[in-house]
């Protein structure tokens, strides 16, 4: 049993066992997916209480991001990652 979910060593299998790849791939996702839950959250707070927004909003990005990745709904170019590393 793995306390992350999903299991590492399947997230590593994405990215051709290349950990830093998958760290840059995940953070990049959940920085998006961060910057469109506070746009969302901005909107949401005319209509909602702060409160509500939360309970809706529980998942952490880096989560929701390490998940998108798992099931390949997050395509990436492996050359650009390489050269913006560089």
């Known amino acids: 049993m793995s306390l992350m979910e999903p299991p590492m060593d399947e997230l590593l299998l994405e990215t051709k066992s290349d950990k830093y790849l998958l760290c840059a791939v995940a953070s990049e996702r959940a920085r998006d997916i961060n910057d469109m839950m506070r746009g969302q959250r901005d909107r949401a707070i005319a209509l909602?209480?702060?409160?509500?927004?939360?309970?809706?909003a529980g998942r952490k990005p880096l989560?929701?991001?390490m998940e998108e990745i798992h099931r390949n709904e997050v395509s990436f170019d492996r050359e650009q990652f390489a050269a913006?590393?560089?």
């Open 63 to 65: 989560s929701l991001a």
């Open 48 to 56: 909602q209480s702060a409160t509500q927004i939360a309970q809706l």
């Open 84 to 86: 913006d590393g560089a």
